[in-house]
């Protein structure tokens, strides 16, 4: 080990040795968040919040507490990932913006959540067609601190890195991170709750999906991987899991047929 890294955090360490991803990792300036940004946050929370108290999982909920989101002030990622890697190995790191697919799935795959620091203006409240802190920590990160959903995520990285250049595979594994980090929906207490950020973050999104309600199928890997998906639109169709112990070991068997 060299001096510089002897003088380096474990997270700092464990940061030096992603190399796709490196460009694009950034240190959050949480100082210069204004007042009225975290005002915008704290409505888009207390928007959000009722009905997930009522609609989300409990992994949800109770990862929300445990790794210290706040109603009133956007988070400092430094002091999420602080409680979040002592009980999944799961960090918060700031980068840039979109990264490219080789660099996100190399961060994921050492346990590094790619975390936009912009947050949306007013204007955008409802939708914003680019990642910002809201979505990416409000939407994503406390089922982080779900251990069994923070294995699924880093098998997903280690299996989709594994996957360089071959582009139709990466299409079908694309669909089953939609069909579940982003819009899935889990079968708890006889009731369909949702964990997927996409609907975690949107009002609008769960409130389609509680209220109007898309076809919910039973989650089935086959089907998954080959349906198509629609940014634009709202999803006519979703898949259930009865566990996150399903979707680890879907990720899994993704990685045996297309490996």
């Keep these: ?12 360490q464990k940061n030096e040795q992603l190399v796709a991803a490196r460009p694009y990792l950034i240190e959050q300036d949480w100082i210069a968040y204004t007042p009225e940004q975290h005002a915008t946050w704290s409505e888009l929370v207390r928007r959000c919040m009722p009905q997930l108290r009522q609609y989300a999982c409990q992994e949800y909920l109770d990862g929300f507490q445990q790794i210290g989101l706040r109603e009133d002030s956007i988070p400092d990622l430094a002091a999420v990932s602080s409680k979040l890697e002592p009980r999944t190995g799961w960090n918060s790191t700031p980068v840039s913006g979109y990264l490219p697919a080789n660099a996100f799935f190399e ?13 949306r203006d007013r204007s955008s409240l409802d939708y914003t067609p680019e990642p910002d802190i809201f979505h990416d920590v409000f939407g994503h990160v406390p089922m982080h601190a779900h251990p069994v959903f923070a294995d699924f995520l880093y098998e997903y990285g280690r299996v989709c890195s594994s996957m360089a250049g ?28 949702v964990y997927g950020s996409g609907l975690i973050s949107s ?30 639109k709202m ?7 009865e566990s996150f112990q ?11 047929r297309l490996g």
């Design 166 to 193: 071959r582009t139709e595979d990466l299409t079908r594994m694309g669909r089953l991170f939609w069909f579940t980090v982003e819009f899935g929906v889990i079968r708890q207490d006889r009731r369909t709750k």
């Design 203 to 232: 009002h609008g999104e769960c409130s389609y999906v509680v209220e109007r309600g898309p076809e919910i199928r039973d989650f089935n890997l086959d089907q998954v991987l080959e349906h198509e998906f629609f940014i634009s």
């Design 246 to 256: 399903q979707i680890y070991e879907a990720a899994q068997e993704a990685g045996r």
């Design 107 to 119: 961060m994921l795959a050492a346990r590094r959540f790619p975390t936009t620091t912009t947050l």
């Design 235 to 241: 999803q006519p169709v979703l898949y259930a899991v």
């Design 1 to 12: 080990m060299s001096i510089h890294q002897e003088q380096l955090t474990p997270a700092q």
